[in-house]
């Protein structure tokens, strides 16, 4: 069963607009992390923002906020005012406390966001 | 502050070869996980070092290995290279403790032909 669901393949957005990736996720564990990260076309993972699962309030970076649901285990990446620039993979991930110190990211299969002028 | 430098950027390989990649994390960063995307299986954990030491391994076969140089420098080979090891290979490292987040290296994309 996959650990990291991410149901929208591709999303468009106007720029300037916001827009909503969503992203839920499977764990037993109680103390967990979930992560999203941005993969523009030149390969490289850009850390974006982190929600800890204890964590009460929203996680916000900037443009970023990440609309945590934890009952119904989703973790949404919100994008304000979006921009051109924003055009790239998007991709959930989840660290899992049963790892111990153990550090191991669980992705999910990414949203192709394609921001329109 | 450097980010985390992979190199090479693109390596062509033929089937049966082996390939060595090369990860210098951020400076301080004792951490380096390696990681394979694929089209088809998305990002998968390969495995994580720590102070020279392998701490955890993905479900890959024993033809991937790595190891850690006391400098925090990683290493991941592949041996018997097959067709299905085209991918782009990931690296990233991180501060230990607490939930820190990966930092990504731009990966270096290995083709088997």
């Known amino acids: 069963a996959q650990k990291i669901t991410q149901t929208q393949p591709g999303m468009f957005v106007q720029e300037k607009e916001a827009v909503t990736l969503d992203c839920t996720y499977d764990t037993s564990d109680q103390s967990y992390g979930l992560f999203w990260y941005k993969q523009p076309s030149s390969g490289e993972m850009i850390f974006l923002i982190y929600q800890g699962s204890y964590d009460e309030q929203n996680a916000t970076e900037g443009r970023y906020s990440l609309n945590f649901q934890k009952a119904r285990k989703s973790a949404n990446l919100v994008i304000s005012a979006s921009q051109l620039g924003d055009s790239a993979m998007y991709f959930c991930?989840?660290?899992?406390?049963?790892?111990?110190?153990?550090?191991?990211?669980?992705f999910g299969k990414g949203t192709l966001l394609t921001v329109n002028p | 502050k450097a980010g985390v430098t992979q190199t090479p950027r693109y390596l062509i390989k033929t089937r049966g070869q082996q390939v060595t990649l090369s990860c210098s994390p951020i400076?301080?960063?004792?951490?380096v996980s390696w990681y394979q995307q694929t089209p088809g299986q998305g990002l998968q954990f390969l495995f994580e070092y720590f102070s020279e030491t392998q701490r955890n391994k993905g479900n890959f076969p024993g033809r991937f290995s790595g190891r850690q140089f006391s400098n925090s420098r990683s290493e991941m080979n592949v041996s018997t290279l097959e067709l299905g090891d085209s991918a782009l290979y990931l690296c990233a490292s991180r501060v230990t403790g607490g939930q820190a987040e990966a930092f990504f290296g731009q990966g270096t994309r290995l083709t088997v032909v």
């Open positions: 991930a989840m660290r899992e406390k049963s790892g111990g110190s153990n550090y191991k990211l669980t």
């Open positions: 400076s301080g960063h004792r951490s």
